[in-house]
């Protein structure tokens, strides 16, 4: 297995919401877009404006430098062999870096992309479409980039990969940094937030070791699509800016959806973040339109790139959006009468969007007859325990930490480095005034007139800025999901020291604060806003830069030479068209470092991919030799690879190891002391793996060991006997 080593050498009275109204109007008038983009060229303004620019690039590469160092250092990459630097990309991350390897080797672009449209070597006897089933058109991207730009010489393929994905993470710095300058009028707020955001990195980002993972590629995206929105929802936008603004947000859209396969159940949370702010009267109608359909776009320009992959026409959030605007449009009384009234039609509203997005989803989804999701929708249902626990695809997620429950280490973490606290107070006090500010709109008597309609949209945006009430809910809902699946934390954590920053250099909340100490110094109020921040950035520097140092300078290597002898024997002892069999996670390598063909593979979108996984895992389960025979010839597998780390598990608990989930599917009593339900079985045969270790009569005139080591175990199959046809010979012979 892979290692590391170390290197040899209030409550809301009348009175009071209007006290606030009038300080928070101030506020709004104060905190214009020119404040990031200067409108009166004052040098003054351009100056302040340029240094506020220049630090967001700054730390943008402060941390793309961070984290390239801490890549090399704990891998040596500069001083490793190929064929190391290679499995280095685990699991899934090794099959996206092996099309990028693909493309560059093919002869011309033209053949490499026509390689990637009809390919047989990633899944043995089908021809897939990768462009249409997987999201590498950034592989793509950057192959022919690379073969454009004047860098081949000095540059090798896999730096200028990991480069620019680092760079990636630049980008993502640089978009939270504008988040937050955007909603705080201060640049110190971006400041905060990148120092937060680098301090934060293991809750923040896993680019270091997981560099060609989907999300790394697509979060710089959705966070530059989270500033766009930030700044288009700002009062008193000019219309030009306005387009602008929507490009923009299409845009970074397209690419966040382009560049991930999960890309529609995030922005399903964001629709429902757009809808919340509806139906609380926030935004405009014309806003919500817009941003529902800049959704749309996204995901439909990506379907048609996608060679019409019906999965994204089945998303859950396209018939959201649809049933939302549909509903929308047909109850035009939903925002008039008292509050209790209102009240009741919000309820009835949501509950006939939500029937009609499921309606609607279930009829896309028979039509196109889709099911490449189905096992997410599983997922959640066992998570919930709504569904059945068994299910083997479910499992596999449920099984796995990543997709548990948040730990309670992540938010000590986050405390340690002050950055829960002001979040916390920031959330609190950002909800109970939005909540006091919908109550207080929501049981104003409203005639539903379009002048009417208009004006009491003006004194809402007055009373909450529709820029700082979406990325409070942002952060809620994404915070909940979070919360739910530990993998999602890093669509929050990120967004997090943003909304962080503001509440700590942000006029509203200190004005707020100062309003109920009766203290309306405007003199104070900026000291202490600009005071605060730097406080926190010198206490951050003295306890963690030491940290920060000794960190840079522990250095280690990539050491796993059972995996290196691996990868070298297939490559010098099997024909180049030979499949082979075994885990997702190390076929990937071998289809990375070896070229060769694939029964099964990591990306897990596709029913078909998932069903023949599962047979080719039950080489771990306890069956027959004859069975797992069959099951691998008809997969068309060549040579089988068993992993000891797998066979002999003890990594998972009871339950959630491969064998035993495996053992459960198959209806089977797991291994070893524990209880088993009662309508399991013992098995009539031994677990595969280990019985066939053995080399009895039954498994050697089926299987030939031709390699092993300390970790993997290779068989090459043998073609089957065709006794029946021999003994009906013998028969017609004799009579």
């Known amino acids: 297995m892979t290692a590391l080593r170390q290197r040899k050498g209030s409550k809301g009275k009348e009175s009071t919401l209007a006290e606030f109204q009038s300080h928070h109007t101030n506020c709004c008038t104060d905190l214009h877009t020119e404040k990031v983009l200067p409108g009166d060229w004052s040098w003054g303004s351009i100056i302040w404006t340029s240094v506020g620019w220049s630090m967001s690039v700054g730390l943008g590469l402060l941390c793309c430098i961070y984290l390239a160092t801490l890549h090399e250092n704990d891998l040596w990459f ?3 062999k190929d064929v190391e630097r290679e499995i280095s990309f685990r699991t899934e991350c090794g099959l ?4 990028f390897k693909q493309m560059l080797q093919a002869s011309s672009i033209q053949e490499g992309i026509s390689d990637l449209i009809h390919d047989n070597l990633t899944e043995s006897k089908r021809t897939i479409n990768l462009l249409q089933r997987m999201n590498i058109y950034q592989e793509v991207f950057l192959s022919i980039l690379y073969r454009l730009l004047p860098v081949q010489s000095y540059l090798e393929p896999v730096y200028f990969y990991i480069y620019t994905v680092f760079s990636l993470q630049a980008v993502y710095v ?12 201060s640049w110190l707020a971006g400041v905060l937030t990148g120092v937060w955001y680098i301090l934060n990195r293991v809750d923040t980002t896993r680019v270091e070791f997981t560099i060609s993972l989907r999300e790394n590629w697509s979060l710089p995206f959705l966070a530059l699509q989270v500033a766009a929105i930030s700044c288009y929802l700002r009062p008193k936008l000019t219309a030009l800016k306005q387009m602008v603004m929507v490009w923009l947000m299409y845009v970074t859209t397209f690419c966040f959806c382009l560049t991930w396969q999960f890309n529609q159940f995030i922005l399903l949370v964001q629709a429902l973040v757009i809808y919340t702010l509806d139906c609380l009267n926030i935004l405009t109608a014309k806003q919500v339109t817009t941003l529902y359909l800049v959704q749309v776009s996204g995901l439909l320009s990506v ?41 009741g039609k919000l309820l009835l509203h949501t509950a006939v969007v939500l029937f009609l997005t499921f309606t609607i989803n279930y009829l896309a989804k028979k039509v196109l007859q889709l099911r490449s999701d189905e096992h997410i929708f599983k997922f959640i249902k066992s998570k919930f325990a709504f569904g059945l626990t068994r299910d083997f695809d479910a499992s ?3 099984c796995e930490e990543a997709f548990g429950l948040l730990p309670l280490e992540t938010v000590e973490r986050l405390a340690g480095t002050l950055l829960l606290y002001p979040y916390i107070v920031t959330l609190l006090l950002l909800s109970g005034i939005m909540a006091v500010t919908a109550l207080h709109n929501m049981s104003r008597p409203r005639q539903g007139s379009a002048e009417e309609s208009n004006g009491a949209e003006e004194i809402q945006e007055v009373v909450f800025r529709p820029d700082v009430a979406y990325n409070l809910l942002h952060t809620l809902f994404y915070g909940l999901l979070a919360f739910s699946t530990m993998r999602m934390k890093y669509i929050w954590t990120g967004h997090m020291c943003a909304v962080a920053a503001y509440g700590v250099c942000g006029m509203e909340l200190w004005t707020l604060l100062f309003n109920t100490l009766r203290c309306n110094n405007k003199v104070l109020l900026r000291l202490v806003r600009y005071a605060v921040p730097l406080v926190i950035i010198g206490s951050l520097y003295c306890k963690f830069w030491p940290k920060l140092m000794e960190e ?19 490559s010098t002892k099997t024909p180049k068209y030979a499949v082979f069999a075994g885990s997702m996670q190390l076929l990937a390598g071998i289809k990375l470092c070896t070229g060769r063909g694939l029964t099964n593979h990591p990306h897990y979108e596709d029913k078909d991919l998932r069903d023949r996984t599962r047979q080719v895992y039950q080489v771990y389960a306890q069956r027959s030799p004859e069975d ?11 040579y089988v690879v068993l992993e000891n780390s797998i066979c002999y598990e003890r990594r998972h608990r009871r339950g959630c190891r491969l064998r035993d989930l495996l053992d459960l599917s198959n209806g089977h009593i797991m291994d070893g002391p524990g209880e088993n339900d009662p309508d399991l079985i013992s098995a009539p045969h031994p677990r595969f793996c280990e019985a066939i270790k053995t080399d009895a009569a039954a498994y050697a005139s089926l299987f030939t060991r031709v390699f092993q080591n300390k970790t993997f175990h290779v068989y090459r199959l043998k073609k089957k006997r065709k006794k029946s046809t021999k003994s009906s010979s013998e028969t017609s012979v004799t009579q």
């Open 396 to 398: 596999l997620y449920l």
């Open 628 to 638: 797992v025979h069959s099951i691998l010839r008809a997969a068309g597998a060549d």
């Open 552 to 570: 840079l300078s522990e250095l280690r290597e990539f050491y796993d030479p059972d995996t290196v002898e691996l990868m070298t024997w297939i």
């Open 303 to 343: 379907w048609l790139l996608q060679f019409c992959n019906s999965m994204l026409l089945g998303s859950l959030v396209l018939s959201f959006i649809v049933a939302a605007l549909f509903i929308r449009r047909c109850q035009s009384g939903l925002k008039t009468g008292s509050l209790l009234v209102r009240l």
């Open 96 to 99: 996206y870096y092996s099309y």
């Open 174 to 185: 640089i978009a939270l940094y504008l988040t937050a300058w955007l909603l705080s009028g």
């Open 78 to 80: 500069s001083n490793i």
